[in-house]
């Protein structure tokens, strides 16, 4: 080796070893050598100016490609690490990529790792682990944050695209995720969309503490705090809410605390729908299927406010022909029960003034035996008036009216003694309670019996023993009269219109007819009977028929001042034989 001393001589190509140094060139002169700078002790390989190794340029703290991309590749097993010891960015990307990926993960071999795993991050306090953030004005489409997962799976796959997890025991109050949309103005951004093309769930909650599972915070006025679009639904269900170990807690709860209401409803459920066919679904069913015998309601509606009188309990609104409300008791048990505190209001009242020639309340009871179609009881110990059962009609017909106050019909051909109407006082106590009274202002009949069958039209089985059977009481009759039997029948079987007859032979003291006549019209004679114009005169014995006028054929009897004779006038005027 020569030694080169002066410092302006030029060679061409210079060898140390195997260290080959020509122009600005150093290479090994080994087949594969390398070329090794080694400073000795805490000395360093200072380079003035960038560096190019192969593709890569290294130019003070810049590494760049100079052609082609640039790939960072650690030794099997080992970690590429950033150790930022300052309070700055430790990776800081900087692209002027439009179109292509800031960053670009490749782990196609990736099992049960993870491809990004941020960790360590146990100090922090009001910062994030993660934040994505674009101030761009000009975004149309796309997302700040995109994960997608598009591969099949081999087998049935458990695992998530995203998962959030907090294991943290601190109980203050704070949010595992939270999206935030700041911008009022945004009001076509959705805060959280999901898409779900399989039959999976979109979203599951699993709320395995006793807490909330979904709590909505909603400041909206006018707009809904839940809103569900199923308009493709045919026989799913938009919502359903199941809660098997329930208790004393309720499926669904609904309150309102707000002193501004003056309109809508707490719970609204409203099918507008035409449908294409007959249609048996209704707008809301409420089922039960539990054994349980305890005293429970399937559906309860309560007003718990003494002061808001014009609350209705429930209001059922029916604007086509089918019933408003149907009640169907498939069970051995009341169809409807009122349990009713009012005093001075209607249990059930009817508004019915639209109606023509429907019934205002229709009752079928086709499998009735020894039941009762309707039925009326009161044990109240205090009444004082009223009626069990008052119906009235009180509005004047524009025209001749046949409608009847009350009707009461039996088509029925059994033979079995029964009666259409029965009226019972069962309390022998109650001395002043009629059987039946019946209030006539018109000129009309009081009572009016058409019996159209070969019967009795009035029977009076009576047990009375001194009060009487049958009792009219007339007093303000003119010219009427207090009973007409009359019959328009040409029939000539030889009958009696009237009969009076006492059957038992050891009645001795019976009377079978009894007149009693107080008025007198002449001078101690009365009138007793008149018979198709003959009168029939009692005297009081006092004076004689020849003191009475009368018309032929008139009859007195107990005439005269001796023994008590009948005559008959044979002529106008006071002319009477004896008989």
């Not at 080694?38 to 760049?64: A, E, Y």
């Not at 097993?77 to 990307?93: F, K, M, W």
């Not at 086709?366 to 039925?375: P, R």
């Not at 009973?483 to 079987?493: G, I, P, Q």
Request: proline share 1%; charged share 15%; glycine share 10%.
């Amino acid at each position: 080796m020569s030694v080169i001393s002066s410092n302006s001589t030029t060679y061409a190509q210079f060898t140390v070893d195997n260290i080959q140094i020509d122009g600005n060139t150093i290479s090994s002169t080994d087949t594969n050598g390398d070329i090794n700078l080694s400073p000795d002790g805490t000395g360093t390989v200072v380079i003035n100016t960038d560096i190019d190794f192969d593709n890569i340029n290294i130019n003070g703290n810049t590494i760049s490609s100079t052609s082609g991309g640039m790939v960072l590749q650690p030794l099997s097993g080992q970690v590429l690490s950033i150790d930022q010891d300052g309070n700055v960015v430790s990776l800081d990307i900087d692209t002027e990529a439009t179109t292509a990926d800031a960053i670009n993960i490749q782990a196609n071999t990736l099992t049960t790792g993870n491809a990004i795993d941020v960790a360590g991050a146990a100090a922090v306090t009001t910062g994030s682990v993660l934040i994505a953030a674009v101030t761009g004005t000009t975004r149309t489409d796309g997302e700040l944050l995109d994960i997608s997962h598009v591969g099949n799976s081999v087998a049935a796959n458990a695992g998530g695209i995203a998962k959030f997890l907090s294991n943290d025991s601190d109980t203050g109050a704070r949010n595992v995720l939270e999206v935030v949309n700041e911008h009022a103005s945004a009001t076509g951004a959705v805060n959280a969309a999901f898409r779900q093309d399989s039959t999976g769930n979109n979203i599951f909650v699993n709320q395995d503490g006793n807490g909330i599972g979904i709590n909505i915070d909603s400041e909206a006025t006018t707009a809904a705090t839940i809103a569900v679009d199923a308009d493709a639904m045919t026989t799913g269900d938009a919502v359903t809410v199941t809660a098997d170990a329930l208790t004393t807690g309720s499926y669904l709860t609904a309150t309102c605390a707000s002193t501004a209401r003056t309109g809508g409803a707490l719970i609204d459920v409203s099918a507008t729908g035409d449908s294409a066919g007959a249609n048996t679904g209704g707008i809301m069913l409420l089922t039960q299927d539990d054994a349980d015998t305890g005293a429970r309601s399937v559906l309860s509606v309560v007003q718990e406010h003494a002061s808001a009188t014009g609350a209705i309990g429930v209001s059922v609104e029916q604007d086509s022909t089918a019933e408003a409300v149907f009640v169907n008791c498939d069970g051995n048990a009341i169809g409807v029960n009122i349990d009713s505190e009012a005093t001075t209001a209607a249990l059930i009242a009817a508004d019915a003034d639209q109606m023509t020639t429907g019934d205002a309340i229709t009752i079928t009871a086709d499998a009735l035996t020894t039941g009762s179609y309707l039925t009326a009881t009161c044990t109240s110990t205090a009444t004082t008036g009223g009626a069990l059962i008052d119906v009235s009609k009180v509005g004047n017909s524009a025209a001749p009216s046949t409608q009847d106050v009350a009707l009461l019909t039996m088509n029925d051909s059994d033979t079995g003694a029964r009666s259409v109407l029965s009226v019972i006082q069962e309390h022998a106590s109650a001395t002043g309670a009629a059987g039946i009274t019946v209030r006539q202002d018109s000129t009309a009949n009081g009572v009016f019996i058409n019996q159209d069958g070969v019967g009795v039209a009035l029977s009076i089985d009576t047990e009375s023993t001194t009060a009487d059977g049958i009792l009219v009481q007339a007093d303000a009759i003119t010219t009427g009269v207090c009973a007409r039997l009359a019959s328009n029948s040409a029939d000539v079987t030889a009958r009696n219109l009237v009969e009076v007859v006492n059957d038992n032979t050891a009645a001795v003291g019976v009377t079978p007819l009894n007149i009693q006549q107080d008025a007198v019209v002449q001078t101690n004679f009365k009138i007793v009977a008149d018979f198709a114009g003959f009168t029939l005169f009692v005297s009081d014995g006092t004076n004689a028929e020849t003191n009475l006028t009368g018309v032929a054929g008139d009859i007195c009897i107990n005439g005269g001042t001796g023994g008590g004779q009948m005559a008959y006038c044979d002529s106008n005027g006071t002319n009477w034989t004896n008989m």
